[in-house]
């Protein structure tokens, strides 16, 4: 039973697995993927082999990849469309599904008058913290 608890452990973090995980991110939007990538890039357990869209073209590098992980933003996607078409290129890889809880859209906030050019912007306060341009 211990042992298969440190088999089911991540690449890395138990000196018995050397293996690092090879993961695809795929998402249609593009800002996700290639964020989650740069950000994952530094992980020392975790390859990133690729940033796709779940496109006929993203599916071919899916195929050709045969990664160990595929982590796919659902925000945007029909789940099981996207997990019938993952499976279909690429069996024997896990799905790791994760979905935004509103969609990504990016707002500027409006031209302040020459007067208050000056002075510098105050943000006002957001009541869920969220940057202004998540509000």
Known sequence: MAEDAVIRTF???HPAIEKAIRLI????????????AATLRDCTDVIV?????????????LADAQPDVVLVDLSQTDPAAAARMIKAVSRGTRLVAFASTRPMTMSLPAPRPASA?????KAAPSSCGAP????
């Open 132 to 135: 202004w341009w998540m509000r």
């Open 117 to 121: 050019a000056t002075s510098p912007a």
């Open 49 to 61: 082999v690729d940033a796709i869209d779940l496109d006929p073209t993203g599916s071919a590098k």
């Open 11 to 13: 690449a890395g973090s």
């Open 25 to 36: 991110i795929a998402s249609p939007v593009h800002l996700v993927r290639e964020g989650l």
